[in-house]
């Protein structure tokens, strides 16, 4: 059944960092989860009632404040799972207010993921499945999203259009953030769509062809 249904997604750019917060769904169910609510919730519920589908769900790439800082207040208005990210960022969600004083927001609440996530796991919004691959660097427990029949990716800070993500924080590792690029991201194929945190979309081929710190 699940080969049958397709995975749609439109994304909203939230936070003064204008961070891609993607609302994905299923066709079949209407089904929807929200990848990253970093914040500015109202937009983001706008966007859920235009779109007329039934939010389930959160995916976290990485508890960044910019990407999981509207999580807990979201999470408790509508009920929802947190499912995500993996255990390597219990330090970044205790910090969740502390990096609100160094990134000039406002101080956002810590949570408890209802779901650790790790390498090789699933998950699945109505009959849509995707993919879950443990990519660390810019954060230990960053993970990503892959939809195969879709052919797109959700990658966080992982990768951008031309660029990649920092590793200057506590706990990243250049090294890391590489191999998870080329290990992790590249076998996803050349011709997947990757939805990136910030920025423009791109293709892992066109960064494999161009992009200056990760280009074969
Ligand atoms: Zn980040």
Redesign the pocket.
Known sequence: MTSAARLHYQTIPVTPFQQNCSIVWCEQTMEAAVIDPGGDLPRIEAAVQALGVDLRQIWLT?A?I??AGGTAELARRRGLPIVGPNEGDQFWIDGLAEQGRMFGFAAAEPFVPTRWLHDGDTVQVGQCVLNVRHCPG??PGHVVFHSPQAERAFV??VLFAGSI?RTDFPRGNHAQLLASIRERLWPMGDETVFIP?HGPESTFGEERRHNPFVHD
Do not use: F, P
């Open positions: 990485h960044h910019d990407h810019h954060t966080g800070d993500g945190g």
